[in-house]
T-cell receptor
């Protein structure tokens, strides 16, 4: 079965650089979520999109932005990178249709971002 | 605000033992609760989803229960195997939101 695809899998950047992470949800899934997992930490919700509109927002820094495109893939743009942004970034997708989702979130393998 | 707590933080058992992992949450107005497995440096594998109207779910040797009134969920693993060694994360949605709030996980080691 098709899974959530994230690219790149690994990314190394210098401080103050910009990074773009991509997420391709499971086919027919209409909702995408982004989570950040720091070293030794539990995943923290950043932001989500339903039908290309932002649906919820968590502790996402102002330096980060994200969007969902017409083909439902999503990109997380991170600017002015800091050492503390080094983490594993997960994308998840689910099928929501309308109303609240009682459905399972399926996670991608993650993008490991290292900021030097 | 939803807070999720998992006990114990670490657990070491001999192969073949049945075990229970505990998860508690503060906001009972959840849409659902998911249990995940995470191997070191790897992604999150969804094990079981319990929707708010359900009391339990089973998949193979795994059984998860949900008690919204007490804010608790348990993951029961039968006949544990060394391959079950991993960190198990419990995550619950926050009232009115679909975002998952994670516990800090239970690191399970199954010794041969």
């Amino acid at each position: 079965a098709a899974g959530v695809i994230q690219s790149p899998r690994h990314l190394i950047k210098e401080k103050r650089e910009t990074a773009t992470l991509k997420c391709y949800p499971i086919p027919r899934h209409d909702t995408v979520y982004w989570y950040q997992q720091g070293p030794g930490q539990d995943p923290q919700f950043l932001i989500s999109f339903y039908e290309k509109m932002q649906s919820d927002k968590g502790s996402i820094p102002d330096r980060f932005s994200a969007q969902q495109f017409s083909d439902y893939h999503s990109e997380l743009n991170m600017s002015s990178l800091e050492l503390g942004d080094s983490a594993l970034y997960f994308c998840a997708s689910s099928y929501r249709t309308s109303g609240p989702s009682y459905n399972e979130q399926f996670f991608g393998p993650g993008t490991r971002l290292t900021v030097l | 605000k939803q807070e999720v707590t998992q006990i114990p933080a670490a657990l070491s058992v001999p192969e073949g033992e049945n075990l229970v992992l505990n998860c508690s949450f503060t906001d009972s107005a959840i849409y659902n609760l998911q249990w995940f497995r995470q191997d070191p440096g790897k992604g999150l594998t969804s094990l079981l989803l319990i929707q708010s109207s359900q009391r339990e779910q089973t998949s193979g040797r795994l059984n998860a229960s949900l008690d919204k009134s007490s804010g608790r969920s348990t993951l029961y693993i039968a006949a544990s195997q060394p391959g079950d060694s991993a960190t198990y994360l419990c995550a619950a949605t926050q009232g009115g939101s679909e975002k998952l709030v994670f516990g800090k996980g239970t690191k399970l080691t199954v010794n041969p």
